[in-house]
């Protein structure tokens, strides 16, 4: 009967989000596993996180539910090849399907460029005289944890450029010093892309912080990613 889960979100006055969270994150919990096993992702907001974070999303568009919609099929691919029974493994087939808009032979990457090539036209063009393009070969190997692949695993139709635009687009650090030195370069020489990356950090900081306190107990990596979250949020 039920194909997707219910995610849900609590609104809770912030002079008592600290106190009641923990006993509403309990009782959800339970009330997921005796009676509504298809009770998702539950997030609990304060109101003036939640205005905010609904504003983030509002600026965001036309470009986050693509970005969402392309991340998911990634987190599908993963929950296919990690299912338990034929239920869960149908629903993640089925989420892939729609998030591919019903179209299972079109690769991610075909999707990406075509979505470069519509909201990105003139900062590709940009990217390929900002940096010498022909003489970096490195960006190809590069893995995206945002993006979810690395990208010479899947060049389909994506050009260097449309790679280097993903990447700064991304909410992430690299370990590399030279590829965060060249995508500085990028963000700082076309504003946009800037502006977008530092609303989805911080829309992504809002979220991971709901998220985190619906948990019990608090996962050890939530809070030092949320601090590294707020900090995208300004940077360039």
Partial sequence: MFLSDLDLSLIIPAQFIDSLSPKAAQKLKFI?????????EIEIYDEKEFAELS?????????YSDIRRFRKINWMEKSIESSLT??????????????LQNQPDTLLPVFLSQWVE???????????TLLDLESIGRIENQISNYWGFTLSCNPGPLKKADMYLLLALAVEDFDQSWINYELGIIRSALPKLATIRQSL??????IVKGWERAQNPTPKWSSPWISRLNRMSYET
Wanted: proline share 6%; net charge positive; hydrophobic share 30%.
């Fill in 86 to 99: 034929p239920y869960h493994d149908y629903k993640s087939h089925r989420a892939k399907r729609r998030c």
């Fill in 32 to 40: 997921k596993k005796m009676f509504l096993p298809f009770l998702g």
């Fill in 55 to 63: 504003e983030c999303l509002k600026n965001l568009e036309p470009y």
């Fill in 201 to 206: 950090a911080r829309a992504e900081s809002i």
């Fill in 118 to 128: 519509q909201h990105f036209q003139k900062e590709r063009v940009e990217i390929e």
